[in-house]
């Protein structure tokens, strides 16, 4: 079964520096996509980023971008000139074209620090 | 922008109860969700419908059903709440007819607390 690991529950990051949020998976799949989801405090789940695993170039949007490491199944979120409104709760996730439900991590609450 | 709506944040209610969440989404998605969130647990997928009165069971249906009667409302329904169905629900919704790779938005959430 696919499994997706978020190793730090909890992160902090000074502002306008960079934090690297990490996430491992498992699956014998080859072509898959990966998530990262921000929630906000008391706010709704947004995208951050999206991944599809046959593609080599790694996803970015704005500040945010990922490292794809895809034969040592690593998708690690970074950060750049962090913001006090990225706080919030950060799920990675992973989904197949099949019928197994999208697996989420069990989050990393990051904190950033003004 | 696409809006997900769920119809209380906050709601509390007696252990042995039937409860209704509801849920609408104003894009016209096919595939919408439900979600249980809990902490150290991440989102774990109660029901999922693709389609008007079409349903699947997620991982974890046991002491739930849904309704889908229109396109873009959703409703989960606890028939006998128990204290451990106390949780935050996510409802979600996403077009297309790739169920789990296209991106999904999400409501507020409802926090449920069964005393």
């Known amino acids: 079964a696919q499994t997706v690991t978020q190793s730090q529950p909890e992160m902090s990051v000074q502002e306008a520096e960079t934090v690297t949020l990490s996430c491992t998976y498992d699956?014998?799949?080859?072509?898959?996509?990966l998530f990262w989801y921000k929630q906000p405090p008391s706010r709704q789940m947004i995208l951050v980023i999206r991944?599809?695993?046959?593609?080599?170039q790694n996803a970015t949007e704005n500040r945010f971008s990922v490292n794809f490491q895809k034969a040592a199944k690593s998708f690690s979120l970074k950060i750049s000139d962090s913001q006090l409104g990225d706080a919030a709760m950060y799920f990675c996730?992973?989904?197949?074209?099949?019928?197994?439900?999208?697996?989420f991590g069990k989050g990393t609450r990051l904190s950033v620090i003004a | 922008d696409v809006k997900v709506t769920q119809s209380s944040r906050y709601l509390v209610k007696r252990t042995g109860e039937k409860v209704f969440l509801e849920c609408v989404q104003d894009?016209?998605?096919?595939?919408m969700f439900w979600y249980r969130q809990d902490p150290g647990l991440g989102l774990r997928l109660i029901y999922f419908?693709?389609?008007?009165?079409?349903?699947e069971k997620g991982d974890i249906p046991e002491g739930y059903s849904v309704s889908r009667e229109k396109k873009e409302r959703f409703s989960l329904i606890l028939e006998s709440a128990s204290t451990n169905q106390t949780s935050m629900y996510l409802c979600?919704?996403?077009?297309?007819?790739?169920?789990?790779?296209?991106?999904?938005?999400f409501g507020p959430g409802t926090r449920l607390t069964v005393l």
């Open positions: 991944q599809e695993a046959y593609k080599q």
């Open positions: 419908s693709y389609d008007v009165k079409m349903k």
């Open positions: 996730a992973y989904g197949y074209s099949g019928n197994t439900p999208l697996v």
């Open positions: 894009m016209d998605h096919e595939n």
């Open positions: 699956t014998s799949e080859s072509d898959y996509y």
């Open positions: 979600a919704s996403s077009s297309g007819t790739s169920r789990y790779t296209d991106t999904q938005y």
